[in-house]
């Protein structure tokens, strides 16, 4: 099994599965030169971009804390426990090659990633890092001002800080401009959350965007009537987003009127989504190949992260860096950024428009949509399907000449990735999952798709 592990991990980095690092183009569509805000001293050392409202000179890649090493990714089990020992030699690492954004929210693995990360960070000087939390109030039960203060209060004493560098109203637009006034606006937390940061409580203050793109317009249109100041917003960004978002899902924003709004009102931005779940880590085989064939060395994610991190004005790119492997892939693509050129920008779009025409579920394994009630695997079915797509591996004809093999390929991954009481056949459609997926997935019809196609291939 270790031999078997070891060459795995293998495969995954020549793929380019696991991440690396990225970039994107300007408002203008260009994508060279990267920012004027860039701090590079050439000698390897991590890129760095400086927070025009505070001076903070923040690394240009970013911790992602949703998802941290478990126990039992460690033995082998089911404990999902947070595995501390290895979340805080990762932290060791990624402080020691320059990261110094940490990014987590009180919904992240399940209630215990901003304890985690805080443990981790506690053993470091407080002004060494920079960490930022949010304020992820999306159950109406928590929607009462003492609630949401009560959160906020509980992220502070969990972190082991007295302040928050970076304070997110969190996903805004999931739920439209009711989720909006119920979560910050009727309830006074706005204001309340304005007041903890002219004390101090709080330095920088802004949101993340998931949805209806009302609500980000509204809040932008605040600010230009001097109602409320963003110091720094969360996008989703990506080359297949850039002008695709809205082929994906009607529902989505592309990232390049995001971008551009944030840009026009000199806003840092923080990227987030980078590989849009993994998807832009494992793109179909012609796709990959062209990639090799332009930079041998690279990772196919490198790309990604590259042109994430080209744009002027963002000041960090969030990658989930759940193994070491992942942190050190990623920290080699920053360190420095080598920003995507106007051609390799072109070429991009041009993957992007490939990758559209793919099958895929555009699902990123945010886990929003877990637990679900009858015990489906929503993020493991749907790696496993995109993952067979991408490698070819999905297979209609039973004249097609690799039919029986992909059959094979694709029945016994699945079992292998998913327990069957897991599966997609376990799905009833209650659609509890639909409403809390920020890409807006039908989920259930998703599912259902899935599970007809490994029956048919079962009755083989």
């Known amino acids: ?67 941290f090493p478990t126990i039992g990714m460690r033995d082998g089990t089911d404990d999902d426990t947070v595995d501390q020992e ?24 399940k209630g215990t990633s901003e304890q985690a990360i805080g443990e981790a960070l506690s053993r470091y000087p ?28 509980n992220s502070l004493r969990y972190l082991r800080t007295d ?101 026009r009102r000199n806003i840092p931005v923080v990227i987030m989504e980078p590989l849009l779940g993994g998807r832009l880590a494992s793109v179909p085989e012609p796709i990959a190949l062209k990639m090799k064939e332009r930079r041998p060395d690279d990772t196919i994610a490198s790309w990604a992260f590259r042109y994430a991190g080209t744009p002027e004005g963002i000041l960090t790119v969030l990658s989930g860096m759940t193994y070491m492997e992942h942190l050190q892939d990623n920290i080699a693509t920053f360190s420095p950024l080598d920003p995507v050129s106007e051609e390799e920008n072109a070429f991009l779009m041009r993957c992007a428009t490939e990758i559209l025409e793919n099958e895929t579920v555009p699902c990123t394994h945010c886990n929003y949509c877990m637990p679900c009630p009858y015990g489906v695997d929503i993020p493991g079915v749907f ?20 039919y029986e093999r992909n059959r094979r390929a694709f029945l016994f991954g699945y079992d292998r990735s998913v327990p069957r009481l897991r599966q997609a ?26 599970d007809r196609y490994a029956e048919e291939l079962r009755k083989g």
């Open 425 to 450: 056949g376990m799905c009833v459609s209650c659609g509890t999952c639909v409403s809390h997926c920020p890409q807006n997935i039908r989920i259930p019809a998703q599912l259902h798709k899935i």
């Open 126 to 153: 407080r002004d060494s890092y920079y960490i930022a939390t949010k304020l992820s109030n999306f159950d109406p039960s928590t929607w009462p001002h003492e609630k949401s203060v009560e959160m906020f209060e």
């Open 163 to 263: 302040y928050v560098d970076y304070l997110l109203l969190h996903a805004i637009g999931m739920g439209g401009m009711e989720a909006l006034h119920g979560r910050y606006l009727d309830n006074g937390i706005l204001a309340y959350l304005q007041d903890q940061k002219a004390r101090g409580t709080i330095r920088n203050l802004g949101f993340s965007y998931h949805g209806d793109i009302e609500v980000f317009d509204y809040l932008l249109e605040l600010m230009d009537k001097g109602e409320a100041h963003w110091d720094f917003v969360q996008i989703q960004m990506n080359y297949l987003d850039w002008k695709n978002a809205r082929k994906r899902n009607p529902r989505e924003t592309d990232a390049e009127y995001l971008y551009g709004e944030l840009h």
């Open 86 to 109: 290895a979340v805080n030699r990762s932290v060791d690492y990624a402080m020691k090659h320059g990261i110094n954004y940490y990014d987590t929210s009180p919904a992240y693995c």
């Open 383 to 402: 790696a496993h399907y995109n993952k067979c797509i991408n490698a070819g591996q999905v297979s209609r004809d039973a004249t097609d000449p690799d």
């Open 1 to 67: 099994m270790e031999k078997f592990d070891a060459t795995r991990r293998r495969f995954l980095r020549n793929l380019g599965i696991i991440s690396a690092a990225g970039a994107v183009a300007s408002c203008t569509g260009s994508a060279a030169g990267g920012s004027s805000d860039d701090s590079r001293t050439g000698d390897g050392s991590m890129t760095m971009r400086v927070n025009h409202n505070t001076g903070d000179t923040v690394s240009l890649l970013g911790y992602g804390c949703m998802r």
